[in-house]
């Protein structure tokens, strides 16, 4: 499918501290690319409907209607629809509040938020100081500080072993081959690229790569594939062992997230 690129729409650089939050949405056809940019207010993009992947130089986040990205102001990413999706942005002044999070992280959604954010938006981005909507805003900010992350985040690596193999896995997720197999392929001892993958990523090989592999089970899904089909994909050898692993990561089985990525529900 052809990648369509799309320039920022500058919201994000408004400096107006009477409205310390400000909001937009639109939709985003599958495959369709903000390019990479940078703003100086924080960004918090939520899918309603479909799938979201941002892009930034420690990572990749995957993102479904039940969670939103946090992007930190000034931080250089990307957005990628995954599928067609319906996106809500809030663009925060961070100089507003005091407990915002400082890195990139993909963060859950309640119900409550979620009707919040869609408030938000509906009050455009004129409305008055001490008004329903600026005290909307405020309410916002509060929920926004409280918020969790979630498990949704493939980090990066600077060391050239490791990036040879996820570039490799990325390209194939369903290689199954082991730790030192890998490091046979790379010219490291399977001690020394275990040691790299937990010094550069914060996770064992085996836990980036189940994170790889939740990553694109959720792209698949939101992309129709079924599930038995997405195991498949993905290196599993049976549906079961697939379910397990994603109800463990995600706390819903497939079916469930399928349903939720097409109604923008948060709720199991």
């Not at 949405?25 to 941002?54: D, F, S």
């Not at 999706?85 to 859950?108: G, K």
């Not at 550069?200 to 792209?219: D, N, P």
């Amino acid at each position: 499918m052809k990648q369509t690129k799309t320039p920022p729409s500058g919201i994000g650089c408004i400096d107006d501290p009477l409205r310390p939050i400000l909001g937009m949405c639109g939709v985003m056809q599958g495959n369709e690319e903000v390019i990479l940019h940078t703003h100086p207010r924080a960004q918090l993009a939520y899918a309603k409907a479909g799938v979201l992947r941002v892009n930034t130089a420690d990572g990749t986040w995957v993102i479904p209607p039940t969670q939103a990205v946090w992007v930190p102001g000034d931080m250089e990413h990307q957005v990628i629809a995954v599928s067609p999706a319906e996106v809500h942005h809030l663009f925060i002044d961070q100089r507003q509040f005091d407990a915002l999070p400082t890195q990139c992280s993909v963060l859950e959604v309640s119900p409550f938020l979620r009707e919040l954010i869609i408030r938000a938006i509906s009050h455009g981005r004129d409305y008055l100081p001490d008004s329903p909507a600026a005290r909307l805003m405020a309410v916002i900010g509060d929920e926004l500080q409280a918020l969790e992350p979630s498990s949704l985040y493939l980090p990066l690596a600077q060391d050239r072993r490791v990036v040879r193999v996820m570039s490799m896995l990325r390209d194939n997720p369903a290689d199954s081959r082991g730790l030192e197999e890998w490091a046979a392929d790379v010219g490291a001892s399977g001690r020394t690229l275990g040691r790299l993958f937990l010094r550069e990523t914060g996770l064992s090989f085996g836990q980036w790569r189940q994170q790889l592999r939740l990553q694109e089970a959720v792209k698949l899904l939101g992309e129709g594939k079924g599930v038995t089909e997405v195991a498949l994909i993905l290196g599993y050898r049976s549906p079961s062992a697939f379910v397990a692993m994603f109800r463990k990561a995600l706390g819903k089985p497939p079916k469930q997230y399928c349903v939720d990525l097409t109604s923008g529900s948060g709720e199991s």
